[in-house]
């Protein structure tokens, strides 16, 4: 099991993190097979740590650093369109 502290959303074309949906971190049931997959792609590509604005995507919101473990081959967040078009 695997959790989910945090989500990139997207609003009027700004990225920014925050709360998985309902505002509340997850537990995500899932194989042990899955679950050593994800954790040999992590050592293998450690993925970007990127700033967000946390909670909102409003130039005032404080600013966040946070490593993804999935992005874009230039290491950018991944578009929620993107993955669905393009992934």
């Known amino acids: 099991m ?3 502290r945090r989500q990139v959303q997207i609003l009027n074309g700004r990225k920014y993190d925050t709360l998985p949906k309902g505002g509340k971190t997850r ?3 899932m194989p042990s097979s ?3 997959e ?4 992590v050592r293998a590509y450690p993925g970007s740590e990127i700033e967000l604005p946390w909670g909102g995507p409003e130039p005032d919101k404080e ?4 490593r993804l473990v999935l992005t874009t081959k230039y290491g950018n967040a991944i578009a929620a369109n993107t993955w669905n078009t393009e992934i």
Do not use: G, I, N, P
Not at 38 to 41: A, D, I, T, V
């Open 63 to 66: 600013r966040k650093k946070f």
């Open 38 to 41: 994800l954790l040999e792609h």
């Open 34 to 36: 899955v679950t050593d």
């Open 2 to 4: 695997r959790s989910v």
């Open 27 to 29: 537990v995500v049931d």
